[in-house]
């Protein structure tokens, strides 16, 4: 039986990839400080622990995974990462993770690892248009990322490739676009676009209004996880090291956006737009080197992902009223 290590099980990807591997056969041991917020995990194994100190990781990687996918970061959505309260744990911690896990699988001579890098990485001078973000793999250089959380992903995409020059390690670096989907965090701060306009219009009634950070003119695109799951796994086990994008090229505003939801949820709303951290005004995944290598591409629209996730939220939502719906 393969086995695999799944680093950052109790995240929102992580614990979505330990139940896809283990519908393929795998034994599947998921480490985090954390066990799954919204639903019991389906690892053989889940480890409770930090993955900062060096002896857990020696510890937890005690044999030779067929597949271990490092999923495991200080991370967040825009009120996380972008207001600067946070760039030294953010730093700090997910370089001590990287580090780590990459000395625990070399001395194990595990030789398969997958690293989830992310968009943050792309120089914020190339996304200031929103209409026309560049993308592109080979436009990270010049470095100059628009965040601390992007700049450790930078570094720690060289880590897992020096690591693979000097010590033969088969590393598979993505940098991911905005996942988002059901059992993801949808409150509390470090939750993502999706989840927070979800939660937002299913907390009002008919006709509310919802607060958006800056003008809503800013762009993303955003990929629904099973097909995150399906593009990661596709790297991993393929020859190409990557980098690559992992995201959609479905592009929209997230005032847009925020209608779009509106209307899955058969509400019509308004928006008030405040100050807030927005991060780039343009970002979109180029999916030209994954189609190449990997031959693949989303096949679902975004509307469709923002339907099961937006009923997954309304029901959270309705669960922390105790059941009551707002009223219309």
């Not at 479905?250 to 928006?271: F, H, P, T």
Request: with cysteine.
């Amino acid at each position: 039986m393969p086995e695999a290590l799944v680093c950052g099980a109790g995240g929102f990807i992580g614990s979505h990839l330990v139940r896809r591997l283990k519908r393929e056969g795998f034994w599947v041991r998921g480490v985090d400080l954390k066990f799954p917020e919204f639903a019991p995990t389906e690892a053989d194994d889940f480890v409770q622990g930090d993955l900062r100190d060096q002896d857990f990781c020696r510890l937890v990687v005690d044999r030779r995974f067929t597949e271990v996918y490092q999923l495991a970061a200080d991370m967040g959505g825009a009120g996380f990462v972008f207001t600067g309260e946070h760039d030294a744990d953010i730093l700090h911690n997910s370089a001590t993770i990287n580090l780590n896990m990459l000395d625990a699988c070399r001395r194990r001579r595990v030789k398969r690892i997958f690293y989830s890098s992310s968009a943050c990485i792309y120089p914020a001078y190339n996304q200031e248009n929103p209409e026309n973000p560049l993308c592109t793999e080979e436009s990270a250089y010049p470095a100059a990322p628009d965040s601390e959380y992007g700049w450790e992903k930078l570094f720690s995409e060289h880590l897992y490739l020096a690591f693979a020059r000097n010590y033969g390690m088969e590393v598979r670096v993505a940098r991911y676009h905005n996942i988002f989907g059901p059992e993801g965090t949808w409150k509390g701060g470090r939750e993502k676009a999706p989840a927070a306009l979800c939660r937002k219009i299913a907390q009002i009634p008919e006709g509310g209004e919802i607060e958006v950070w800056g003008d809503g003119q800013q762009t993303r695109s955003f990929l629904y996880i099973d097909e995150c799951l399906e593009a990661s796994i596709r790297l991993m086990r393929s020859e190409f090291p990557g980098p690559v994008n992992i995201g959609s090229e479905e592009m929209i505003r997230i005032n847009d956006l925020a209608q779009m939801i509106a209307q899955v949820a058969g509400k019509k709303i308004s928006i008030r737009h405040i100050p807030g951290p927005l991060g780039v005004r343009g970002r979109n995944s180029d999916n030209r080197l994954i189609r190449e290598k990997l031959g693949w591409a989303p096949s679902q629209p975004l509307e469709k992902g923002i339907a099961l996730t937006y009923a997954w939220i309304s029901e959270q939502v309705a669960r922390d009223r105790g059941g009551k719906q707002p009223a219309a």
